[in-house]
């Protein structure tokens, strides 16, 4: 009679782990979703003389001061996209976490961005101004979701 009690009990601590693993979105989950789109409608509007956020990414503009807006770029498509999808997707608490920590320095990247526009003698574009924005607020959305964790 103990077998079926150790099946039942390997199940629920099964069931236990599995759920220590996960993260709960709830409304946060839309939010989200909508940061990540304007985001990306932040990286196809101009950053940076006439060129937008995903030609800065892979180079096509190359003057002066274009190296930080082109690492922002590419953190904001990493942690900004890729990591906020995953968490979507998946619900795992790793991927909020290293969307959290990896927002929070594109977000960083991102003001430093601006100011090497602006240092440089140029206005920043309207796309990475809105770029920051969403970065912003995704890595707030994650990290009230990872911080949410019991």
Partial sequence: MTEPDDQLRDEIDEVGHRASRTVELGGRAVVLAVA???????????????AS???VLIGQETGKASMVPRLFAATALLFGVVASALTLITRRWFFAWVGA???WFASVDGVLAIWSRQSSGTAPGIGLIIALVAMIA?????????????
């Fill in 36 to 50: 990540v789109f304007v985001l990306l409608v932040g990286l196809v509007l101009p950053w940076m003389n006439g």
């Fill in 53 to 55: 956020g995903l030609e």
């Fill in 101 to 103: 920590a990896g927002g």
């Fill in 138 to 150: 995704i890595a707030i959305m994650m990290f009230r979701t990872a911080a949410s964790r019991n």
